[in-house]
Each structure stands twice: as structure tokens, then as C-alpha cells.
């Protein structure tokens, strides 16, 4: 039987204008290739956050700054800007992703759909031999 494995694959795709990104202090909602993402403006530096609060799902793009976090609507679960990493609970975490500003354009680099590559095991002869020799 034949492993398959997937493969991720990343690109960077246009999040928002400069322009329309958010004021010092403030949270939008975002979305890039399907990839909701909570777009942070913390002490005018942007960062991208997975928009879904691992709590309950609350969405992180319609909480707020402090500090240098972000803070859930529904129950005030708070996510380091940079790290994702939760105040509390230990060990609970939000996905960051890369951005970059580019020109007039925020870019966030995000996964493609999953790509199937087939993957043979160690000592799995290979098809492209002919058969008996």
C-alpha cells in the first residue's frame, strides 16, 4: 500500500490595502485565500493572527488591543500579537502568519489547498524499471 503525504504549499496573497488596514490600537477581520485572519495594528506594527479563538471560536478580528495583544469578544481569552501564545490557558495558542508590506498592499502568506504527493517506502521497488530485470 502506497503512503500519500501533503505537501503545503504557501503563497503570499493580498490581505488589504495600507489604507485600509487597521488604526494603531485596533483589530479587523480579514480573509486571504479562504483563511480567515485577524488583522492586529499593535503600537503601529501589523500583525496576522488565525481570526478563530481556540476557546469557543469567538472571532479575534472583532476584539480588541492591549498592550501588545489581542483580546476574544466572547470570554476575553488574550493572544501575544506576535506569538499567538494565550496569557492563559498554559500551552493554548492562535496561529500567526507571515506579513509583509508591499508597495500599497499588506501581504499574508498563506497555505494553498493541500496538494496529494504519493511518497514510496524504503525498499518499494520503483514502476520506472522494467519488470524482471
Same mark, same amino acid.
Given at each position: 500500500?502506497?503512503?500519500?503525504?501533503?505537501?503545503?504549499?504557501?503563497?503570499?496573497?493580498?490581505?488589504?490595502?495600507?489604507?485600509?488596514?487597521?488604526?494603531?490600537?485596533?483589530?479587523?477581520?480579514?480573509?486571504?485565500?479562504?483563511?480567515?485572519?485577524?488583522?492586529?495594528?499593535?503600537?503601529?506594527?501589523?500583525?496576522?493572527?488565525?481570526?478563530?479563538?481556540?476557546?469557543?471560536?469567538?472571532?479575534?478580528?472583532?476584539?480588541? #488591543? $492591549? &498592550? %501588545?495583544? !489581542?483580546?476574544?469578544?466572547?470570554?476575553?481569552?488574550?493572544?501575544? *500579537?506576535?506569538?499567538?501564545? =494565550?496569557?492563559?490557558?498554559?500551552?493554548?495558542?492562535?496561529?500567526?502568519?507571515?506579513?509583509? #508590506? $508591499? &508597495? %500599497?498592499? !499588506?501581504?499574508?502568506?498563506?497555505?494553498?489547498?493541500?496538494?496529494? *504527493?504519493?511518497?514510496?517506502? =524504503?525498499?518499494?521497488?520503483?514502476?520506472?524499471?522494467?519488470?524482471?530485470?
Amino acid at each position: 500500500m502506497e503512503r500519500v503525504e501533503e505537501i503545503a504549499v504557501t503563497q503570499w496573497v493580498r490581505l488589504c490595502g495600507v489604507a485600509e488596514a487597521p488604526a494603531v490600537g485596533q483589530v479587523m477581520e480579514a480573509e486571504a485565500n479562504g483563511v480567515a485572519i485577524c488583522l492586529a495594528n499593535v503600537n503601529g506594527e501589523l500583525s496576522a493572527l488565525d481570526n478563530w479563538c481556540p476557546h469557543r471560536r469567538g472571532p479575534l478580528g472583532q476584539g480588541w #488591543v $492591549e &498592550g %501588545e495583544s !489581542v483580546v476574544c469578544p466572547w470570554h476575553s481569552w488574550v493572544f501575544h *500579537a506576535k506569538t499567538g501564545v =494565550a496569557e492563559y490557558p498554559e500551552n493554548e495558542r492562535v496561529e500567526v502568519f507571515p506579513l509583509k #508590506v $508591499e &508597495g %500599497e498592499d !499588506v501581504l499574508v502568506e498563506v497555505a494553498e489547498a493541500p496538494v496529494a *504527493a504519493e511518497a514510496t517506502g =524504503a525498499g518499494e521497488e520503483s514502476s520506472s524499471e522494467p519488470a524482471g530485470e
